[in-house]
C-alpha cells in the first residue's frame, strides 16, 4: 500500500516538473538552442504568478465566486460604516446642518428656517450664516417679510425686508465677532402691519406665534422686527408663557447675537384658528391656545377677585345668593354702535341676566376683559374688532354676533367659524334692513339695502366706507329678544 502511495507520488512530481520545469530545475532542450538556468527566486516569483492566474481565472472569464465576493464586499461595507459612524462622531457640523431654506409655498406667510453659525447684523437687515462647506450650488441669499398677510400687497409694502445671507468662511474671513451668545433658536417675526387692531394682533401675531413656538416648549428667543413698547406691556403675560427669554428689537439692538438654529417667519393656518392636521403633535387646537390664555391672566385674575372681595364683600355675597348668568356687552359709540342699547340691556336684566356693560380701549387691562369674559355665560356685541374677545370665553359658553348689513362674510369668516371651533354656541344675528341707520338715508329699492353683496363685491372700499363706517343698529328689541330668552334657558340648565 506504501509503494502504491509512493509511485503515486512521483507521478504527480514527475509531472508538475514536465508543466513547471524551471521551477523544479530540470533541464529543456530547444533543438539548438543553449542551455539555460535562472535564479531560484526568479522561479518561485513565476510560480506564484501562475498560481494566481488560476485562482483568479474565473472571475476574469465573468465566472465570479459568489462567497468571495461576499466577503469582499462586506469588507467594503464594514469599512464604510466605521467611516460614517467616525463622521457621526465628528464635531464638525455637517453641511446639512448649514442650512437656510425656505418655505414659500402658503397662501397667508412664507417662512424660512436657519441652522449653523448664524449672526445678526441688524444695520444691514441681514441675518447671517457662516459655514465652511462649499455652497456654490445653492442659493447665497433669500429675502422674506416676517408677516402673516402675504397675499394683500398693499400692507405688505409697509413691512420691511430681511435678507438671509450664507457667507462661506472660505471666502470671507470677516466673521462677525458674538456679542451674545444664545443656547436656544431665535425666532423672528414682525410686529408691524395691522398691530394696533385687536383681531390682527390675535389673529396676524399671537396664534401664529403659538402655532410656530410651541415646539421649543419655551426654549426659543423672540426676535422682533418693527417693535413696539407697548405692544410688550399688553402682551407680556402671554409672552412669558410661549418663551422663558427676554425680548430682542432686531432694528434697535445693534449687538451680534448669534444662534445655532433661526426660525424667521410665522405659520398661520387661518382665521384665529389652530389647525390640529398641521400641527406637529397632530393634536394641538384652539382649545390649547386658550389654555395659554388662562395661565398667562390667572394670577392677575386672582389678585383682582382678592381685591374686590376685601372691597366689595356684600355685594358679591348678594350676587352669588342670586345665582343669575352674567351675560358680557361689548358696547361701541360711533359707526355700528346699538342705538337703543339701554333698552336693550334693562329687557336682557328683565329676562334674569346679570349684565356686564364693557367699553375696552387700547389702555384697557386685557387680564380685567378676561376676567369678565371667563365668568360670562353670554357674550353679545355688534361684528368689529372687539369680538376678538370671544377667545376670552369658555368652551360652551354663547357668543351672540350682531350682523349689521352688508358684513355677512366677515362676521362669519372671521369670527363665527372659529368661535364654532373654540366650543362656543355661536349665534349670528343678523339685522333687517329697517334696523340699519342707512334704511333712512337710501331708497327702500337701493341695492345698499336690497341688495348689500352686489355693493361688497365692488371692493373692500366701498364696504368699508358705507357698511363699517356709516353704519349704526337699531335692534328690533321683539326680534332679539327671543334670542336673549334662548341664551337665558341654555344658561341656566
Known amino acids: 500500500m506504501r509503494q502504491n502511495l509512493k509511485k503515486v507520488a512521483q507521478i504527480k512530481v514527475d509531472e508538475s516538473k514536465k508543466l513547471f520545469p524551471y521551477v523544479f530545475r530540470v533541464k529543456n532542450s530547444c533543438g539548438n538552442c543553449a542551455k539555460r538556468s535562472k535564479p531560484k527566486l526568479i522561479y518561485l516569483l513565476l510560480f506564484s504568478l501562475i498560481s494566481s492566474c488560476f485562482v483568479f481565472a474565473p472571475q476574469l472569464l465573468c465566472f465570479p465566486y459568489p462567497s468571495a465576493l461576499f466577503l469582499i464586499d462586506s469588507s467594503i461595507k464594514e469599512i464604510e460604516n466605521r467611516v460614517s459612524e467616525s463622521n457621526i462622531e465628528s464635531p464638525k457640523t455637517s453641511q446639512k446642518e448649514e442650512s437656510i431654506s425656505c418655505d414659500r409655498t402658503g397662501y397667508r406667510s412664507d417662512i424660512c428656517f436657519m441652522k449653523g453659525d448664524i449672526r445678526t447684523h441688524s444695520p444691514s437687515s441681514s441675518i447671517v450664516l457662516y459655514t465652511s462647506n462649499d455652497l456654490t450650488d445653492h442659493v447665497l441669499q433669500e429675502k422674506i417679510k416676517p408677516y402673516t398677510r402675504k397675499w394683500e400687497t398693499s400692507i405688505m409694502e409697509t413691512i420691511p425686508e430681511l435678507k438671509l445671507v450664507t457667507k462661506d468662511m472660505k471666502l470671507f474671513g470677516d466673521k462677525r465677532k458674538c456679542e ?19 383681531y390682527h394682533e390675535f389673529n396676524d401675531g399671537l396664534i401664529p406665534l403659538y402655532i410656530t413656538s410651541k415646539r421649543f416648549n419655551k426654549k426659543v428667543v423672540f426676535v422682533i422686527a418693527e417693535y413696539h413698547k407697548w ?65 398667562a391672566y390667572r394670577p392677575r385674575i386672582n389678585r383682582l377677585d382678592r381685591l374686590e372681595e376685601q372691597r366689595f364683600h356684600a355685594r358679591l355675597e348678594k350676587r352669588r345668593k342670586a345665582k343669575r348668568p352674567k351675560l358680557a356687552l361689548f358696547s361701541r359709540t360711533g359707526s355700528r354702535g346699538i342705538t337703543n342699547e339701554d333698552l336693550m340691556v334693562k329687557m336682557a336684566q328683565r329676562i334674569g341676566f346679570d349684565i356686564e356693560v364693557l367699553r375696552p380701549d387700547r389702555t384697557t387691562e386685557l387680564a380685567k376683559i378676561y376676567r369678565v369674559l371667563n365668568s360670562s355665560k353670554v357674550m353679545v356685541g355688534v361684528h368689529g374688532a372687539a369680538m376678538t374677545h370671544f377667545l376670552f370665553m ?19 369668516t372671521y369670527y363665527g367659524e372659529p368661535a364654532k ?37 365692488k371692493g373692500w372700499q366701498f364696504t368699508k366706507g ?27 340648565s
Open 180 to 198: 451674545v451668545i444664545h443656547e436656544v433658536p431665535a425666532l423672528l417675526f414682525s410686529t408691524g402691519g395691522y398691530t394696533g387692531n385687536l
Open 394 to 412: 369658555k368652551p360652551g359658553s354663547i357668543f351672540i354676533q350682531i350682523i349689521p348689513l352688508g358684513t355677512d362674510w366677515a362676521a362669519e
Open 231 to 295: 405692544w410688550e406691556m399688553k402682551y407680556g403675560d402671554v409672552l412669558s408663557q410661549l418663551s422663558d427669554y427676554s425680548l430682542i428689537d432686531f432694528n434697535k439692538d445693534k449687538r451680534t447675537h448669534c444662534f445655532k438654529e433661526a426660525i424667521v417667519g410665522l405659520r398661520i393656518h387661518g382665521e384665529l384658528t389652530v389647525d390640529p392636521s398641521q400641527m406637529q403633535d397632530d393634536g394641538t387646537t384652539i382649545n390649547e391656545f386658550r389654555n395659554v390664555l388662562d395661565r
Open 421 to 457: 371651533k373654540l366650543g362656543l354656541d355661536y349665534n349670528g344675528y343678523k339685522i333687517l334692513p329697517r334696523e340699519s341707520s342707512l334704511y333712512e338715508k337710501y331708497d327702500k329699492d337701493d341695492p345698499i339695502l336690497k341688495d348689500p353683496n352686489s355693493i361688497t363685491k
Open 466 to 492: 358705507i357698511y363699517l363706517n356709516d353704519q349704526k343698529v337699531r335692534l328690533d328689541l321683539h326680534r332679539f329678544k327671543k334670542l336673549l330668552i334662548d341664551a337665558y334657558a341654555k344658561s341656566i
